[in-house]
């Protein structure tokens, strides 16, 4: 694999680590009324813009997102790691070119931040949502999120998120076990909230109420009404910082096919 689609995927990989990282950190804090907000990862990127450099930071944000959806666009039509092209092949590039458009849209919305054209996270309302047309695609959206929770819960549970790693070549034990411990973590939390998200959306197709787009500061509101709301809550966001160290170590120690 070129070295510079390798650079391009590792700075990906960091600029999805902060998103996560300040996403989780932020409503943790909320979580225990220590000054944070519950937010979205769209959320994340007033947050960056009113801190010291703000400006240059987004600036670099915006970059390495962009770098992380060119490394999914890159997996969905090159497909470096030979996935192959059969059904389940065929399922993940499709979910590589669908997280590619995602972050790319993070990317453009970190710079409409920069240029102060953007809002805080949060629902956005859209008109054309509104009537079947809104419950059908609410409903599209919930089944899919539970597919990805099933997903990401498989993915954790079988300990395979490990062999994108040269793992019996980290020496230091620390390090194989912050890399164990922060991705099953992590990705668990992620299973949380993509389960919530479906929750939500399936609800609210089912209520007829479409017009806001749900985002993962919604999930958390779900979480916080609940029994124990605070500490579950707060437990889901500590995960998702520890799914952005994880980005971080992947960042580092990823193996990529030569």
Known sequence: MNSKIKKMARAGYVAKGVVYGVTGLLTFMAAFNMGGTKTGQKGVFKFLEDQPFGNAILILMAIGLVCYSGWRFYQSTKDPENIGSHDKGKIKRIGFFISGLIYLGYA??????????????????????????GIFVFVVIGLSLVGVCI????????????QKFN???????????????TGYLGIISRAVIFGVMAFVFLRAAYRSNTNDIKTTADAFSFLQDSAYGAWLMG????????????????????????
């Open 108 to 133: 453009v919305y970190a710079i409409i931040t920069l240029i102060n054209a953007g809002s805080s996270g949060g629902g956005k309302t859209f008109s054309f949502l509104s009537g079947n047309f």
């Open 151 to 162: 997903f990401q819960i498989k993915k954790a549970t079988s300990g395979k998120f490990l």
């Open 167 to 181: 793992y019996k070549s980290i020496t230091e034990e620390k390090r194989r076990k912050v890399i164990k411990n």
């Open 235 to 258: 437990l889901v966001a500590a995960g998702l910082v520890l799914y952005g160290i994880f980005m971080f170590m992947t960042a580092k120690y990823r193996r990529f096919q030569t």
